[in-house]
């Protein structure tokens, strides 16, 4: 009965171990599996981004998590590789040429690569599809780890870029500053002139990212905090030493802040990966054995 069911693709044919004229790939099955396949990715990664953009909201304290939501893009991702490669493979199974004269274990071994090669062949288009994404991934991923090694430069820069505003957006260079040539006596604040602030802070930004000021430039702002606070000239060199102890501080803190930034976005950037990798594994997987089941859905019918 199970021979009658598999019909001419089970026989062993009147000439064993002959070859067959047809070949044993049928690649209009796979292109269509494969376009049925990537149509069905995009669709259901248009509906997951969807609906990632209804779980989130701009309001503290309302719609989903940060931790909900990765863990929902992960299981969108299997979702989407178990339905688009199920119903991809189970075509293709049931589209491929009837193979006359082939043994049974051979028969189900094609449509197991049947269904591998419309996987590998949706893979390899989309790829080359997205090939300017996966470069921006590479060049992100460059970039982060350049921003990582000069994250010191880069701290003691932001630093330094909130000294050119006048406005008040955080502590910055300006702070430093003002502390450094608050006068002694009040009283006496009316009576200066001139604005050396720019270049106090064009010195303490250089001594940030030389890690020490200079000795003329140390003289130049003792004598100009001297003349302008009314200090002693040991006054003067407490508060410089007190205040370029901060400006090393925030920059330091800076630059940790930069450094954990990067680490964790490189922490979700590879567990990402890695369980984007296991999705296409399981899409593999769930290709070809969709195949397998539409083949032999194909011969007993």
Do not use: C
């Not at 302008?228 to 802040?257: C, H, I, N, Y």
């Amino acid at each position: 009965m199970a021979t009658t069911q598999l019909g001419s693709e089970t026989a062993l044919g009147t000439h064993a171990g002959a070859e067959s004229s047809h070949s044993a790939v049928s690649w209009g099955a796979i292109i269509g599996g494969a376009v049925i396949a990537a149509a069905l990715t995009a669709t259901l990664l248009v509906g997951g981004t969807g609906l990632g953009f209804m779980a989130i909201s701009p309001w503290g304290n309302d719609g989903a998590s940060g931790t909900t939501m990765a863990i929902g893009t992960i299981v969108w991702l299997f979702v989407t590789q178990i339905v688009a490669y199920g119903i991809a493979g189970y075509v293709t199974g049931r589209l491929r040429t009837n193979w006359a004269g082939v043994h049974g274990d051979e028969v189900h071994f094609r449509d197991t690569a049947h269904g591998f090669l419309v996987w590998a062949v949706s893979v390899v288009v989309s790829v080359f599809l997205l090939g300017s994404g996966v470069a921006s991934v590479v060049s992100g991923t460059a970039q982060a780890g350049a921003n990582l090694a000069g994250a010191g430069v880069g701290a003691a820069s932001a630093v330094v870029g909130q000294a050119g505003k006048d406005h008040a957006q955080g502590p910055g260079l300006s702070y430093f500053t003002d502390a450094l040539l608050r006068p002694a006596d009040p009283a006496n604040a009316s009576a200066h002139t001139g604005n050396p602030e720019r270049e106090v802070s064009r010195i303490l930004a250089r001594s940030l990212k030389e890690g020490e000021v200079s000795q003329q430039d140390q003289d130049y702002l003792l004598r100009l905090v001297a003349n302008r606070t009314g200090l002693t000239p040991e006054q003067a060199k407490e508060r410089l030493d007190s205040v370029q102890m901060q400006a090393k501080e925030t920059a330091e803190k800076l630059e940790q802040q930069a450094r954990e930034a990067a680490d964790t976005a490189r922490k979700a950037a590879a567990a990402f990966a890695l369980w984007a990798f296991a999705s296409l594994l399981v899409g593999a997987f769930v290709a070809s054995l969709a195949a397998t089941i539409g083949g032999r859905a194909r011969i007993t019918r």
